[in-house]
């Protein structure tokens, strides 16, 4: 007996933490034939923290990820008011705590490889994972399959192309260059060049040193660091792996050279004196020498969508980590897309409407979540409205700090504030409706 016909066939490029969501979100529709795609040789288990905020990590609940991952951190859900960070004004010998963000709910903090290991733990065989294939193009035309060339040369079809790979997309690089010959054969050269210039990633102006340091060091060196149990801002640590090691970041940042190109390459080991240099005035850490990362950024896009092409992640908005927010956005990014994509009114013919949806609901949310990021940056760097907190001392920089960290609670308030399950109810009403 043949197997039925598939509904839909949707091909994932990038096999991420966003990939591999949406990949696993769709495994629950048995209409639904999914394949990976990703450049790397392997899926090696690569990364360092991320922080989970109880937004995707419903998400997480739903698809059945929770048991698992837990067993990967000591941080535990709960609900109700927890402190999520310490924020000290560290840029001293003698720092100070001025005040702490708390959350209602608990910031889940893990370590990547562990969360990516659990995601295709879970992944049925029926999604076929292919490495080594890097997108170099795809074909969509008015009807008919999508065709997709990779690297190697080989060639695939799919109703659905999803973009879900990476600050570098390969995919947002077609989908752009696409629509600005669309835009150029219309004669509008400037909408064209405005779209041509959110191909590339641009430079946030932030160099970020990052480190995993192993725990049992940093408790044998400071026994009483707070980073042990709580995290801290700017720079930024915390526990994952059960405390077996500490993910550290610090953060130099440069907001005038934001937008710019960076000159150099992205990441590569530091050096060792120039990084002690930076942070010499600062409160003793312990680290030796970390990765130095170029922070880049993709600049907003008019749409996530075009035609039965879609991105997700950090290839659709990438952005600075000052919210920990960008695993949480991937995520509920495949989760909506799963669930436009997988109801039972999406056909290959409205696919184009279907995917629209998403991105009416998807876009100004994510849109809304990069800048409150960008905006933590300058905070988190003492860059508020030309305030200059090296003028002050005693209860005058008190004050200060107390304004700062009002606003920083206000930037950050979303992620308890609000739930996924309105966007899931919004996605649902609209393709339920007569419009649709």
């Known amino acids: ?188 050269w400037q909408e064209a060049a405005e779209i041509a210039s959110c191909i590339d990633p641009v430079w946030s102006g932030t160099i970020a040193y990052r480190a995993l340091i192993p725990g049992d060091r940093l408790k044998a060196t400071a026994p009483g660091h707070p980073v042990l149990t709580t995290p801290t801002q700017y720079i930024i640590a915390y526990p994952i792996s059960h405390g077996k090691m500490i993910n550290f970041v610090a953060f130099v940042c440069r907001h005038d050279l934001e937008n710019t190109k960076f000159d150099g390459p992205w990441m590569g080991p530091s050096d060792t004196s120039q990084f002690a240099g930076l942070f010499a005035h600062w409160e003793p850490e312990c680290v030796e020498t970390p990765l130095r990362w170029a922070i880049h950024t993709v600049k907003p896009l008019r749409s996530f969508v075009s035609g039965r092409t879609v991105l997700i992640g950090d290839a659709a908005h990438a952005m600075t980590p000052h919210q920990g927010s960008g695993a949480g956005q991937a995520i509920e990014d495949a989760y909506i897309l799963a669930t436009v994509l997988g109801h039972r009114r999406t056909t290959r013919a409205n696919l184009p409407r279907a995917l629209r949806i998403f991105d009416e609901i998807r876009r100004p949310a994510a849109t809304a979540v990069v800048e409150a990021s960008r905006m933590n940056g300058r905070y988190f760097s003492f860059e508020v409205d030309g305030i200059d907190f090296a003028r002050y001392s005693g209860p005058q920089l008190w004050d200060k700090l107390q304004n700062l960290s009002g606003a920083l609670v206000k930037n950050w308030e979303w992620t308890w504030t609000t739930s996924v399950d309105g966007s899931i109810q919004d996605a649902l009403r609209m393709l339920e409706g007569p419009d649709f």
């Open 1 to 188: 007996m043949q197997n039925a016909p598939k509904r839909l066939r949707v091909a994932i490029c990038g096999a991420g933490i966003g990939g591999l969501t949406l990949a696993l979100a769709l495994s629950q529709y048995p209409d639904i034939e999914v394949e990976l795609y990703d450049a790397a040789a392997a899926l090696a288990e690569v990364g360092a923290g991320i922080g989970i905020f109880p937004r995707p990590w419903k998400i997480i609940q739903m698809l059945g990820l929770e048991e698992d991952l837990l067993k990967t951190t000591e941080r535990k859900p709960v609900q109700g008011l927890v402190p999520a960070f310490n924020w000290r004004k560290g840029d001293q010998q003698a720092g100070f705590t001025f005040t702490t963000l708390v959350t209602n709910g608990t910031l889940i903090t893990l370590h990547r490889a562990d969360f990516q290991t659990v995601l295709l733990r879970h992944l049925p065989k029926s999604c076929r994972v292919n490495c080594s294939k890097r997108l170099r193009t795809y074909t969509q035309r008015e009807s008919g399959p999508t065709e997709l060339v990779f690297e190697d040369g080989s060639r695939t079809f799919c109703d659905v192309l999803v973009g879900a790979d990476g600050l570098k997309s390969s995919t947002r690089s077609a989908f752009l260059s696409e629509r600005a010959n669309w835009m150029q054969g219309r004669r509008r």
